[in-house]
């Protein structure tokens, strides 16, 4: 099916997903409320795509991360807290000049106009990548290069060395680019958000929010308009919120769209961080396992539902057996789920209405 990367004889050796981008150390609040109120902080992970590797990692895949962190503490939490989710950090490299980047967030949802964000990154080692110092060998050897839109953001060292994976070439891995638009990481730089239009239509694999397409390229007409301005990439997953999703795909070269919409489960949420890059994860994982794209997304769902009922960024998804259950739902049971806290667990019942 298209948009499944094909196994090779050395696949044993290699990765099944490879993750470029920066991550940085996050403080959490203990509270809710302005950052000038908030009286301590805790201290986590965060980062697009160190987020997907660590979800896949945790179901089953193997995974690895590319990056640069500083030479110092904050380098050594990231590689340590990535490595324990059972992700390969060798790749990751250490800058003696700059620092690891980290940031402060408020706990209220991104989209919301109270959040917010202050990140302490401008000159972070990661910001230094660039086609010369990241290991090339390292990102070619999964059966599928997952790439961020965060990263052409953080300099124009970044952006070349996306350009340059993002090119056609022959013998590359399947290229999964998820858009994440962040307006606040593109102010008063030379490039704009419409490099985010170019990257993704070198992908083979793109994911992109119908309110990221109008922020970042003022398309207001839907999922229909969006596959108009991205025609090349073989899989479009378009994120519709709470509506779902919408997939547009392609069964072979020459072939016209397959259009598949996968409605949203229903989800009690505690937190509403982190759920895009665990929908990438799960609809990676069940690309990689040749399913259906109904299941596909299905899957990217169920990752999602995992992480917007708990508290932070990363969890452990449903186990497959189970998950895999729950897609292959027919669709009136699939609308009648609702799902909350705990209810990955092995002996936790799946609530329907």
Same mark, same amino acid.
């Given at each position: 099916?298209?948009?499944?990367?094909?196994?090779?004889?050395?696949?044993?050796?290699?990765?099944?997903?490879?993750?470029?981008?920066?991550?940085?150390?996050?403080?959490?609040?203990?509270?809710?409320?302005?950052?000038?109120?908030?009286?301590?902080?805790?201290?986590?992970?965060?980062?697009?795509?160190?987020?997907?590797?660590?979800?896949?990692?945790?179901?089953?895949?193997?995974?690895?991360?590319?990056?640069?962190?500083?030479?110092?503490?904050?380098?050594?939490?990231?590689?340590?807290?990535?490595?324990?989710?059972?992700?390969?950090?060798?790749?990751?490299?250490?800058?003696?000049?700059?620092?690891?980047?980290?940031?402060?967030?408020?706990?209220?949802?991104?989209?919301?106009?109270?959040?917010?964000?202050?990140?302490?990154? &401008?000159?972070? @080692?990661?910001?230094?990548?660039?086609? /010369?110092?990241?290991? %090339? $060998? *390292? !990102?070619?050897?999964?059966? #599928? =290069?997952?790439?961020?839109?965060?990263?052409?953001?953080?300099?124009?060292?970044?952006?070349?060395?996306?350009?340059?994976?993002?090119?056609?070439?022959?013998?590359?891995?399947?290229?999964?680019?998820?858009?994440?638009?962040?307006?606040?990481?593109?102010?008063?730089?030379?490039?704009?958000?419409?490099?985010?239009?170019?990257?993704?239509?070198?992908?083979?694999?793109?994911?992109?929010?119908?309110?990221? &397409?109008?922020? @970042?390229?003022?398309?207001?007409?839907? /999922?229909?308009?969006? %596959? $108009? *301005? !991205?025609?090349?990439?073989? #899989? =479009?997953?378009?994120?519709?919120?709470?509506?779902?999703?919408?997939?547009?795909?392609?069964?072979?070269?020459?072939?016209?769209?397959?259009?598949?919409?996968?409605?949203?489960?229903?989800?009690?949420?505690?937190?509403?961080?982190?759920?895009?890059?665990?929908?990438?994860?799960?609809?990676?994982?069940?690309?990689?396992?040749?399913?259906?794209?109904?299941?596909?997304?299905?899957?990217?769902?169920?990752? &999602?539902?995992?992480?917007?009922?708990?508290?932070?960024?990363?969890?452990?998804?449903?186990?497959?057996?189970?998950?895999?259950?729950?897609?292959?739902?027919?669709?009136?049971?699939?609308?009648?789920?609702?799902?909350?806290?705990?209810?990955?667990?092995?002996?936790?019942?799946?609530?329907?209405?």
């Amino acid at each position: 099916m298209s948009g499944t990367p094909a196994r090779t004889a050395a696949d044993a050796a290699t990765a099944d997903v490879v993750c470029l981008g920066e991550s940085m150390v996050t403080f959490l609040p203990s509270q809710p409320g302005r950052l000038a109120d908030v009286p301590s902080f805790g201290r986590g992970i965060g980062g697009a795509e160190s987020n997907v590797a660590c979800a896949l990692a945790r179901a089953g895949h193997r995974a690895a991360w590319v990056s640069r962190v500083g030479a110092d503490g904050f380098g050594d939490h990231l590689v340590d807290a990535i490595s324990a989710y059972g992700v390969d950090t060798s790749a990751v490299r250490r800058d003696p000049a700059r620092p690891t980047g980290i940031y402060f967030r408020t706990a209220t949802d991104r989209a919301a106009d109270v959040h917010e964000v202050a990140y302490y990154r &401008a000159g972070s @080692a990661a910001s230094a990548m660039s086609p /010369a110092n990241v290991p %090339r $060998e *390292a !990102l070619l050897a999964g059966r #599928v =290069l997952h790439l961020s839109g965060i990263t052409a953001a953080l300099s124009a060292d970044c952006l070349a060395l996306l350009r340059e994976l993002t090119a056609p070439r022959p013998g590359r891995p399947l290229v999964s680019f998820d858009v994440n638009h962040r307006p606040g990481l593109w102010r008063g730089g030379d490039a704009t958000p419409d490099v985010l239009l170019e990257l993704a239509r070198g992908a083979d694999l793109v994911f992109v929010g119908e309110d990221e &397409a109008e922020e @970042a390229w003022g398309i207001t007409a839907g /999922a229909e308009a969006i %596959r $108009e *301005a !991205l025609p090349e990439p073989a #899989v =479009l997953v378009v994120k519709r919120g709470a509506d779902g999703a919408t997939v547009f795909a392609r069964p072979g070269a020459g072939c016209t769209d397959v259009v598949t919409d996968v409605p949203a489960l229903r989800v009690d949420v505690v937190a509403p961080v982190g759920a895009g890059d665990a929908f990438a994860a799960g609809f990676l994982s069940a690309t990689l396992r040749g399913l259906p794209v109904r299941d596909r997304a299905r899957h990217g769902h169920l990752m &999602a539902a995992a992480v917007l009922t708990v508290a932070g960024d990363l969890t452990d998804p449903p186990a497959r057996d189970r998950a895999d259950h729950l897609a292959a739902l027919d669709d009136a049971a699939w609308g009648r789920l609702r799902l909350g806290p705990g209810w990955t667990g092995d002996d936790t019942e799946v609530r329907s209405t």
